[in-house]
């Protein structure tokens, strides 16, 4: 069935180090992709979005690129900071309605 | 940007007791909200979605008698968990679709911990 599918967490990562997670969804035709955040305590706010095939999101320094040939949409960063550390869920649409990922939580050490 | 807020932020209620969860749009008239289910560790599952006006559209294995919403107007949503019992404790997150923004984007609620005892 329809469905997105992260990478496990979590993720512990070093402050400046390069993060990636990724991301594949299996869903017919070619829906919009999107990337939230959830930080410790709040809400989800959109981090970045791609409407179409070969489209680049991009917020924060945070970029995913969408890949219709291999139904992917994973999340990168050059150089993380402390301040990135929160849960991060990759989300399709589906007829307006939001099917998401099981989300990655990411630790940044100092 | 568009806020959705919720209230309360988190109660803990007795079992067989009724809770009532607010989903207000504070900048804009929201036609379409959502209400999610998010466990510890977990994803966010998506319950409802409801309509200003109307019946609720509830997902495959909600029970509509259950968790009650509520779309009275284009700013408020509410969600009645009936009858609660200690599974029912979880996150419950909330959220509203703009109908002036670009595309289909949801804004999102800072969510409501229930703890039922």
């Known amino acids: 069935g329809d469905s997105v599918t992260q990478m496990e967490g979590p993720v512990t990562l070093s402050e400046e180090a390069f993060l990636t997670i990724n991301c594949t969804y299996t869903?017919?035709?070619?829906?919009?992709l999107f990337w939230y955040v959830q930080y410790p305590g709040e809400g989800l706010q959109l981090l970045l979005k791609?409407?179409?095939?070969?489209d680049k999101g991009s917020n924060k320094g945070f970029e995913a690129t969408y890949r219709k040939e291999t139904t992917s949409f994973h999340l990168e960063k050059g150089s993380v900071q402390v301040s990135d550390s929160a849960v991060y869920f990759c989300?399709?649409?589906?007829?307006?309605?939001?099917?998401f990922g099981q989300g990655t939580e990411l630790s940044v050490k100092p | 940007g568009a806020v959705v807020s919720q209230h309360p932020s988190w109660v803990i209620c007795k079992s067989g007791t009724s809770v009532k969860i607010e989903c207000r749009s504070l900048?804009?008239?929201?036609?379409?909200m959502f209400w999610y289910r998010q466990f510890p560790k977990q994803s966010l599952m998506l319950m409802a979605t409801?309509?200003?006006?109307?019946?609720?559209?509830?997902e495959q294995g909600v029970e509509k008698d259950k968790f009650l919403i509520n779309h009275a107007s284009l700013t408020l949503s509410t969600l009645t968990v009936t009858s609660a019992h200690p599974e029912d404790s979880s996150f419950y997150i909330c959220?509203?679709?703009?109908?002036?923004?670009?595309?289909?984007?949801?804004?999102f609620g800072p969510g409501t911990r229930l703890t039922v005892l």
């Open positions: 989300a399709w649409n589906q007829g307006g309605k939001l099917i």
């Open positions: 869903a017919t035709g070619y829906p919009s």
């Open positions: 791609a409407t179409k095939a070969d």
């Open positions: 900048d804009f008239q929201a036609t379409t």
């Open positions: 409801s309509n200003e006006g109307s019946k609720a559209t509830y």
């Open positions: 959220s509203a679709r703009d109908p002036s923004g670009s595309g289909n984007e949801q804004f």
